[in-house]
């Protein structure tokens, strides 16, 4: 499958030239920037699994109330997620190591592109969501996720640029979510997502 172009709603949640920021830009300044989405910045470890292939390990291909085991990278610095910072703070219990899934663009400046994919494939829905830390290896993180109607709509996805993508249990964002967090990051951050992509 060739990697979709963007649509026009996508370019559209973008008029304004802003800075084509360095990486580090991502991490630093996590002030939160009034909203009417409910953004938060945190300042934190977070497992980031903006371009997470998944596995279905509960459920059937369709149901709502399937889980599906997403393969994330854990990384630390400003990530945005829904609820507030300390309800998402990493912790331990019984001797293993959580940590929550949440939002940083930081990987269109590291060799990655957005993808459109068409309302047919199956949207993995990782935000907020909470993961185990892998004990063999510290900087990666298995998250437990949901499925997510993409109300008929293509929807967005994150993928290593040049390889193939088959929009399949892949983690990604509805048209209107994906709108919102690119305003988002403009107005909290002043990072335009669209200058990475």
């Not at 990278?73 to 001797?95: H, K």
């Not at 008929?152 to 509805?174: D, F, H, M, Q, R």
Request: charged share 15%; hydrophobic share 25%.
């Amino acid at each position: 499958m060739k990697l979709g172009k963007l649509h026009p709603w996508v370019a559209a949640a973008t008029k304004t030239n802003y800075c084509n920021c360095k990486s580090s830009s991502f991490d630093s300044n996590c002030n939160t920037c009034p909203n009417p989405d409910g953004f938060n910045l945190c300042n934190q470890p977070y497992a980031l699994c903006t371009s997470a292939k998944c596995d279905l390990v509960s459920g059937t291909p369709g149901d709502p109330n399937a889980i599906y085991k997403c393969y994330c990278d854990i990384e630390r610095g400003c990530s945005m997620g829904t609820q507030a910072c300390n309800t998402l703070a990493p912790f331990t219990s019984n001797g293993t190591q959580y940590i929550f899934s949440t939002y940083n663009p930081k990987q269109l400046n590291q060799g990655y592109s957005l993808v459109t994919c068409p309302a047919s494939g199956t949207l993995i829905n990782c935000l907020n969501k909470i993961c185990t830390v892998d004990p063999k290896d510290p900087r990666k993180a298995l998250c437990y996720c949901s499925p997510e109607s993409s109300g008929g709509s293509p929807w967005i996805a994150v993928n290593k640029t040049g390889e193939p993508c088959s929009c399949n249990n892949l983690s990604g964002a509805t048209s209107g979510a994906f709108s919102s967090t690119v305003k988002f990051w403009q107005q909290c951050k002043n990072i335009n997502i669209m200058n990475f992509h």
